[in-house]
């Protein structure tokens, strides 16, 4: 069965280590959270809004030790009047048997507001 599991964060600055390490730290965080495997990792699709632009949040994913095989890419968000600024969002496919109601979506930093009701 593959699963999706989301995350957010936020960063302080469009500059490029805050964009890896909040990345990085994010992923590892929904890793961590549900016990995956990076071997049962299918994808992972990182979305930035159009404030973020210094630098590719995959490269920090693509860098960690045993993940140069897991297909990631980036994209931008819509950009919707009002949107939570200087957000990365990241969507990981999963093979899993953990029910989805069992499954742990991680928001960190300022992007808690987006799903209140999944945050830990």
């Known amino acids: ?16 280590e805050l964009i890896y390490s ?10 961590k959270a549900n016990n995956i495997q990076i071997e049962d990792i299918a994808s992972v699709v990182i979305s930035t809004t159009s404030d973020i632009n210094t630098a590719f ?13 897991v297909p990631t890419m980036c994209m931008h968000e819509m950009n919707v009047p009002g ?4 957000c990365i969002r990241v969507l990981m496919h999963v093979n899993t048997e953990i029910p989805q109601k069992d499954i742990q ?4 930093n300022g992007a808690v507001v987006l799903r ?4 830990v």
């Open 22 to 31: 909040e990345t990085e730290r994010l992923v590892q965080e929904i890793v």
């Open 57 to 69: 949040p995959a490269k920090a994913v693509r860098t960690l030790e045993g993940w140069q095989y």
């Open 83 to 86: 949107a939570l600024p200087l």
């Open 105 to 108: 979506h991680i928001y960190l």
């Open 1 to 16: 069965m593959i699963r999706g599991v989301r995350g957010a964060t936020t960063i302080e600055a469009n500059l490029p």
């Open 116 to 119: 209140p009701d999944l945050v």
